[in-house]
């Protein structure tokens, strides 16, 4: 699991857009911020993480008491699985979805269950709910990685009013930036069994300084500490996160500049009759119609890193949306690869990727 996903060995010029990253970094207030907050590293200074706290309770109009921050949501993912999934009680997720809460939920020995998505690539709530009857947790990760489409609102309304008793919904909302989706934000303030996930890896471009939180009532909140125990968090990232919230243009600009590049992608993609699932997200899958771990080889070789394939979907490679400048010379090497022969290319025979997990349950993986 680690090693599918460390990053190659590469050059300092390569063209990095494979694990959905914010070329543009932090803006420059969280720069300033974390500039000014060296000389106090030697603190833990926990005070600054209930300021972040307060910001972003104010901001989303919620009780703080109901936001915990963590560095990233990596933490809060896994550890909110592993609260509420067992033997006994089920992991229902997307396929294709974000794999690490199935990677938590196998580690608590719970049933996994990827459920296809829709054919508009949306969750399949009444399929999940069908395939859930035993459900500790049904994960929605809506803009989806590695698709980058949207559930409705209304899909997830749908989900936790029909959920099993003593089950949750774990909204992930890594991406909802990107995409001005509604939030299930609402749904959390109106008490429900909701998680919501947010992370300053994506749109706010901190995935190396490392903040997140989980947002939920505060006895679910209780229950995810119990099992993610006690931790401080890094006072780079929480200046950083402040500053990134109070700055108001960050959102709207780093939306419209991804929705352009993406949107310029997609036009040169048509232009040349590539085919790809269209996206609200920074990230999207790209049809190579042969095998994706060669087209992903043979990118590398041009000295541009793409994402990784699902196995539910063998010819998609994933592309993170990068700056103009970087998709252009993406544009450049994928032609290369595709029309220029850069590669010979083959279809292996088809296999089953079926395997099982420790508990007897077959998976897809
Ligand atoms: C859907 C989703 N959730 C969570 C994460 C974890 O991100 P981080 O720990 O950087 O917040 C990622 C990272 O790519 C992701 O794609």
Not at 273 to 282: F, L
Not at 331 to 351: C, D, I, N, T
């Amino acid at each position: 699991m680690l090693a599918a996903r460390a990053r190659a060995p590469h050059s300092k010029d390569a063209v990095i857009i494979d694990q959905n990253e914010n070329p543009l970094g932090p803006s420059q207030p969280a720069r300033d911020a974390i500039s000014a907050i060296i000389p106090q590293g030697g603190r833990y200074a926990d005070n600054l993480t209930d300021d972040l706290v307060h910001t972003f309770a104010q901001f989303e109009g919620l009780d703080p008491d109901y936001v915990h921050a963590f560095p990233g949501s990596s933490v809060p993912l896994r550890f909110t699985v592993v609260a509420f999934t067992s033997r006994e009680r089920s992991y229902i997720t997307a396929d294709p979805g974000y794999e690490a809460g199935m990677y938590a939920a196998e580690a608590a020995g719970a049933r996994v269950v990827k459920v296809p998505l829709t054919t508009t690539h949306a969750h399949d709530v009444k399929a999940m709910l069908a395939a859930g009857s035993d459900a500790g947790l049904f994960y929605v990760c809506t803009p989806n990685n590695p698709t980058g489409t949207l559930t409705p609102h209304a899909d997830i309304e749908y989900l936790v009013e029909n959920k099993p008793k003593g089950s949750v919904v774990l909204v992930d909302e890594a991406y909802i930036h990107f995409s001005g989706a509604p939030s299930a934000l609402d749904l959390v303030k109106a008490g429900k069994d909701v998680i919501v996930l947010r992370t300053f890896s994506k749109t706010y471009g901190m995935a190396g300084l490392r903040c997140g939180f989980a947002i939920a009532r505060p006895d679910l909140l209780t229950k995810i500490m119990d099992s993610a125990g006690w931790n401080f968090m890094p006072v780079t990232a929480v200046v950083a996160a402040i500053a990134s919230l109070k700055d108001a243009q960050l959102v709207p600009e780093r939306r419209r500049i991804n929705a352009s590049v993406r949107q310029q992608t997609f036009q040169w993609l048509d232009r040349n009759g590539y085919s790809y699932i269209p996206s609200e997200s920074n990230c999207f899958m790209l049809d190579t119609k042969r095998p994706g771990k060669q087209v992903i080889d043979a990118m590398a070789q041009q000295n541009v890193l793409i994402g990784r394939i699902w196995p539910v979907m063998p010819t998609y490679v994933r592309i993170t949306v990068g700056t103009r400048e970087e998709m252009e010379q993406f544009q450049a090497a994928f032609q290369k690869v595709m029309r220029g022969g850069a590669v010979a290319f083959s279809l292996p025979p088809a296999r089953s990727t079926r395997k099982r997990n420790p508990h007897g349950t077959f998976v897809q993986v």
